[in-house]
């Protein structure tokens, strides 16, 4: 899965018979190997009950079960440790203010100002009922 340069893997049961590309049984987890640091998230309940009824894991998939600590926990070694590292948190992202966008938008070529180029408009808006007055006495 994934793209060019930008791989992105999931974590299946497949039955053995099955292609390698072909329907899997369950997914279990997943793994981003380029983020920093890379995103290792597998369902640990549920990689134990396919390890308990024999599910024999690839080399690959048995790497990432000793990086989580479920592979410990499978065996009975010692204590079972979680050496993925979190991710970070997200800063919340904050809008710019909306007064500022509006402005720069309205601003023309020229560089006049927005307020420069409302007062023309402002004068043809008070003349057009002064001269409607004037053709209705008329």
Known sequence: MGKIRAPFYRVVVADSKTRRDGKAIEQIGIYH??????????????????????????DQVKALLKLTGDWQKFKGEGEAVNTVKPQPEKEAYVAPNAESVIKEAITQKGGKSAEAAEAPAEEAAEAAPEAAEESAEA
């Open 33 to 58: 190997p380029t983020r920093e640091p890379s995103v290792i998230e597998i369902d640990s309940e549920r990689a134990q009950y396919w390890l308990s009824v024999g599910a024999q894991p690839s």
